[in-house]
């Protein structure tokens, strides 16, 4: 049976970690924040660009002078860039993430090749045997287009080239702080159908509309990742903030019985002693 | 005439203005009140903002697309920054080194990135550098 003593310290253990979980979650929270944040300083940017580029969908164009980033082929190879957090405590996240993207990886005809950003879905990637192309790792917790544009470019390189027919990213989207879905989006062929129909504007292009779609679709691929990356960090901290309030609580919990506990046993050993002393002195008499 | 400069991470500038001179792939061009809907590429250089009654403002731009129409100019930067905000020593090293990859070309130098920067790099000096030293005279607009 254990002692006072004993309890005593698991006590103070568990508070100890109970006032660690409260600081991760306190942190996550405000880094969540700051992420959404960066989302929606982005929107005017992506909402412009979406425009531009709808307009530029509508012009007439000959079937020879579709954009290669347009241009649809036989899907005889996909990449897929999976993006995951670096790091765990996240609760489910990264299982449901990389749940998701082996279902991709699976249920998909051709094969496929994969592009990680985050160390835990590296980790994952590795462990199942998939074909790894490349590894990102370390991506700051308030990326700038700077620091994409390299998964940007490989991807579009890799297009371009026909190594891959397909690319298709794989994030955590954020709906909300409780939920977050792990999404799997087409990023190559650029689809119109995504673009909503704005009304031709009627522009007058200059250089014409073919170069300046060549010019416009890179930076929407880019910008593309860039949201991405951002939905998937606002997740990753909403999820570990989350995680951390229920470990919080369970500590405090876990305090809470165990003092119950203390006290029992402390009574029954003051009980014992009591009952010591009394017979002691029965057997005097 | 209301200008934004936009980039994919924040909302750089939102005025009104009564001019702009951009840095257009084929040319400078300027833009007044009731330009024709225009879309055009832009290459690294100094924007020019024109406001009545106060001196002209620089902005680097390293490139992206400006669009005209009804009377608004968006401008959509890969990056732009205001005097204020650029790093002079670190434009001049950009510069130094993009010059010297350019210089002693090696096997595996990418030339046209390499311009890039330095138009980039270039970009920047001349607007951290105008701030330093505005011109005395034929400054308005």
Known sequence: MANVRTIRRRIRSVRN???????????????????????IAGRPYAQKILEVLADLMAQPAEAEDIHPLLRKREVKSIQLIHITPDRGLCGGLVSNLNR?????????????????????????????????????????????????????????????????????????????????????????????????????????????????LGALLPRFVEMQI?????????????????????????????????????NKVRQEAITKELLDIVGGVAALE | MKLEIVTAERLVYSEEVSGVVAPGIEGELGILPHHAPLLTILKPGELR??????????LAVSGGFLEVMANRVVVLADTAERAEEIDEARAQAAMKSAQERVTHRAADVDLERAMASIQRAQARLKVVRRRRHPPQAGGGG
């Open chain 2, 49 to 58: 903002i024109m406001k009545q009654g106060q001196e002209d403002a620089y």
């Open chain 1, 17 to 39: 970690t109970a006032k660690i979980t409260k600081a991760m979650q306190m942190i996550a929270a405000s880094k969540m924040r700051r992420a959404q944040l960066s989302t």
């Open chain 1, 100 to 212: 998701a993207a082996a279902q991709f990886v699976l249920g998909s005809q051709a094969p496929v090749r994969v592009v990680t950003v985050g160390k835990k879905g590296r980790d994952f990637m590795v462990r199942t045997g998939r074909d790894v192309k490349a590894v990102f790792t370390g991506m700051p917790d308030r990326p700038g287009i700077a620091d994409i544009s390299a998964i940007a470019r490989l991807a579009i390189d890799d297009y371009t080239s026909g190594q891959v027919d397909r690319v298709v990213v794989s994030y955590a989207e954020f709906v909300n702080t409780a939920v977050q879905r792990p999404v799997v989006e087409q990023l190559l062929p650029v689809q119109p159908a995504e673009l909503r129909a704005g009304e031709a504007v009627g522009y007058i292009y200059e250089p014409a509309s073919l170069r300046v």
């Open chain 1, 226 to 262: 860039y949201h991405a990356m951002l939905e998937a960090i606002a997740s990753e901290h909403s999820a570990r903030m989350v995680a951390m309030r229920n470990a919080t609580d369970n500590a405090n919990e876990l305090i809470d019985s165990l003092t119950l506990l203390m």
